[in-house]
């Protein structure tokens, strides 16, 4: 049985979030039918201190969502072409988020995963999504109740090389061994 993620799960540490993330399931409800995928790898992003986050290039409209309270979707394109979900965590005006980088398809699911723009492509996750309540019945991470130890994998989050220091920082999290990781 699956039990939808609280508010207050979303509203902690970031770090701890994300960690906490792998292994739970994504769902999003279209026509009826349920897409459901697990979540095995993640990066974390601190806030306006951290160079590799939006966040550090201050207040946006791209990044209002990403200020807003806990529990939301933040979606943007890159590349002109990808869509990126993260997830908003801590208190609000912390400007904090988790990006989900790879989905282990469980049902529903066709297209690849191993990597943010196809896993949003495969989920059918768009910028409609931005600003959307991960706590409505559409569009939600859910735990599956089964408490699973994993053994996680701490590295370097990708395409951040620009970060300075924070490039090196270990904030991308994986499942250890698992087929799909998009780059292990």
């Known amino acids: 049985m699956m039990k939808k993620l609280s508010r207050e799960f979303y509203d902690r540490d970031t770090i701890t979030v994300a960690r906490e993330l792998l292994g739970k399931h994504l769902i999003r409800v279209t026509h009826g039918a349920s897409r459901i995928a697990r979540i095995v790898e993640v990066e974390a992003y601190l806030g306006p ?3 590799a986050a939006h966040s550090a290039r201050g207040l946006t409209n791209r990044t209002l969502v990403m200020n807003g309270p806990p529990g939301y979707a933040y979606v943007y394109m890159i590349y002109g072409m990808y869509y990126c979900l993260n997830v908003v965590t801590e208190s609000e005006g912390h400007a904090c988020a988790v990006l989900l980088r790879a989905l282990e398809p469980v049902k529903n699911v066709t297209g690849r995963t191993r990597g943010p723009g196809l896993l949003c492509r495969a989920m059918d ?18 735990s599956s109740g089964i408490n699973e130890k994993l053994s996680i994998v701490k590295r370097p989050r990708i395409g951040v090389n620009y970060a300075g220091r924070w490039a ?3 904030l991308r999290f994986y499942i250890r061994g698992n087929s799909f990781v998009s780059k292990p």
Do not use: M, P, T, V
């Open 168 to 170: 090196k920082r270990l």
């Open 49 to 51: 201190h951290d160079l």
């Open 125 to 142: 996750i768009d910028r409609r999504h931005n600003g959307h309540d991960l706590l409505s019945e559409d569009f939600y991470i859910a």
